[in-house]
């Protein structure tokens, strides 16, 4: 018994690793952003993240149809869209705050795949989580409004739709190898961000004595996340897999406080907790029926 407790604690930690990781190593990309704008640090950290993923799976050694061409375009197209987009949102607002809307987009999927009356419960939580998140009353809270960019809330709703469509064209390549076809997707993604980021930055792109602190970022917010929740999926059964993703928002809150020193009021981290639950809660439903819920798919910040 005391072994089996051991076997699944250690897929547990892994998830918890990967959260750690990927909201530390994105709290210190922030820090690049006035070298490199958002733009730019995304192109970096998704860039070295595709070599790093060719390198390891080496997606040329398989063959594919056209039809496996196509997901995959379409899955990088939505991974690099997601990607430029969610750090455009954090180069404007806290970065608790950014994950727990973006939240919103695979939550939605996952209630929108299920029928059931306690949905609604859901629904009306992630509701609540925004209305504490968000400066709905601006005379109310007028300090809070100034913290809240408008550009950077529409950012972060883009993300959490670009998110749900990420798990809906993830879908339509599970039956290819994982690794092979994040590769393959990364890369896509690299490409699509590449013009934008040209765009924004220019010649703020070209700093090779950057290069270092950019692979760490890519090391430690794809990398490391990555190659933890493929050992953990393998290892957890999906709810218990969503269910410890679920603390993304609040772990990202964190890195956001003692790394950027963003400080959240009480009912933010109320709003947080809200989003958090209605995760929890769409992801143990969905274990109860067996439904087909992928809110929970591994990280593709």
């Not at 699944?8 to 909201?23: E, K, R």
């Amino acid at each position: 018994m005391t072994g089996g407790r051991n076997l699944n604690l250690l897929p547990m930690l892994a998830v918890v690793g990967s959260i750690i990781s990927l909201t530390v190593g994105t709290s210190f990309g922030k820090q690049l952003f006035p070298l490199l704008g958002p733009g730019g640090t995304a192109l970096y950290r998704v860039f070295l993240a595709a070599l790093l993923l060719l390198v390891i799976w080496r997606p040329w050694k398989e063959q594919y149809s056209r039809q496996d061409w196509k997901g995959l375009i379409q899955f990088g197209l939505i991974l690099g869209l997601m990607n430029f987009f969610f750090y455009q949102t954090i180069a404007r607002l806290p970065l608790g705050i950014a994950i727990a809307i973006e939240f919103t987009g695979p939550l939605t999927v996952a209630i929108m795949l299920s029928r059931r009356f306690i949905d609604f419960v859901w629904v009306g939580m992630t509701t609540t989580g925004l209305c504490l998140l968000l400066p709905l009353d601006t005379k109310a809270n007028a300090s809070l409004s100034l913290g809240l960019d408008p550009l950077g809330l529409f950012f972060a709703f883009v993300s959490a739709l670009l998110w749900g469509l990420y798990i809906v064209f993830g879908k339509r390549i599970t039956h290819l190898h994982s690794g092979r076809s994040t590769a393959l997707g990364m890369t896509v993604a690299a490409l699509i961000i590449l013009p934008m980021a040209v765009h924004e930055s220019g010649a703020k792109l070209y700093q090779p004595q950057l290069f270092f602190a950019a692979l760490g970022l890519a090391i430690a917010s794809s990398a490391i996340p990555y190659s933890l929740e493929m050992y953990a999926l393998k290892k957890l059964p999906k709810h218990t897999f969503g269910i410890l993703l679920s603390l993304e928002p609040a772990v990202g809150a964190l890195a956001g406080l003692l790394i950027l020193h963003e400080v959240l009021t009480f009912s933010q981290w109320l709003g947080i907790a809200c989003v958090m639950s209605a995760s929890i809660g769409t992801t143990f439903a969905a274990k109860q029926e067996k439904a087909p819920l992928d809110a929970v798919a591994p990280d593709a910040l």
